[in-house]
């Protein structure tokens, strides 16, 4: 087909067409507003102690990691941080 037979089918079906798009756009909406809203998140976070040669600076690194860690998990369930979800 050319473009000229294209647009002749579209000038002559133009409310037809109309007529399907208004009906999809009104099932989308239906469908939309009649799905309850759901929203869900995950994250991890690393924790990594320093990458020194030094074994001495390696193991202050791993105990400062190692207290930090729960202290991190219990700031984050506060009510402070909470109410800002």
């Not at 399907?20 to 994250?43: D, E, H």
């Amino acid at each position: 087909m050319t473009l000229r037979a294209y647009l002749r089918v579209l000038r002559e079906r133009w409310l037809l067409i109309v007529v399907f798009v208004l009906i999809a756009t009104g099932i989308a909406l239906v469908i939309t507003t009649l799905t309850p809203k759901s929203y869900s998140a995950t994250a991890q976070v690393l924790f990594s102690s320093s990458t020194s040669a030094d074994p001495s600076v390696q193991a202050q690194a791993n105990a400062f990691v190692t207290t930090q860690v729960p202290t991190f998990a219990k700031v984050i369930n506060s009510p402070d941080v909470l109410k800002y979800i």
